[in-house]
């Protein structure tokens, strides 16, 4: 079965209670694996098209991967949450925050990369800007749930 994203250029291919993902050009991208399979939107708000990135499902968690079906986070985690990071006046980028079944968040940049050594019980975005639109850099505040205090700060 096929089944088209809303107002993309990619299709979920149904299998077997399995999803994957095929392209316009009818290209497998990658064969029916996962329970579910959610594409993001382009971080972009003001662009319609869908991004790289794609939140996958199997029965014990999620994983963060791209559209050919390559995994960006190795890990299973009960949540990946995307938050939207602006680069400059025209282009945007996600930075992914992933929740455990158990434990605390961790964050990562777009490309998989881990931003933080320790975990904590809430991780918060904060873009600082010069002027309307030239940003002097993305900030991450994690914060404990036990003192409600921020404890550390990192670019992004």
Same mark, same amino acid.
């Given at each position: ?27 497998? $991208?990658?064969? #029916?694996?996962?329970?579910? =399979?959610?594409?993001? !939107? ?5 662009? /319609? @098209? ?46 992914? $925050?992933?929740? #455990?079944?158990?434990?605390? =968040?961790?964050?990562? !940049? ?5 931003? /933080? @050594? ?39």
């Amino acid at each position: 079965e096929m089944y088209s994203f809303e107002n993309r250029t990619y299709y979920y291919v149904k299998t077997d209670n399995r999803v994957g993902l095929m392209n316009e050009e009818h290209r497998l $991208l990658f064969p #029916p694996t996962y329970s579910y =399979i959610h594409q993001l !939107d382009d971080p972009d708000v003001l662009n /319609n @098209d869908a991004s790289q990135y794609v939140i996958a499902y199997d029965t014990l968690g999620m994983f963060l991967i791209d559209t050919l079906g390559r995994k960006i986070i190795n890990e299973r985690f009960s949540e990946i949450r995307q938050e939207v990071v602006r680069l400059d006046c025209y282009k945007w980028t996600y930075c992914f $925050l992933a929740h #455990p079944s158990v434990g605390k =968040i961790t964050f990562f !940049d777009s490309k998989g990369k881990r931003l /933080n @050594d320790e975990l904590y019980d809430d991780v918060y975005l904060n873009t600082v800007y010069a002027d309307s639109c030239s940003p002097i850099g993305t900030y991450a505040f994690w914060l404990t749930i036990v003192t409600g205090k921020q404890i550390g700060r990192a670019h992004v």
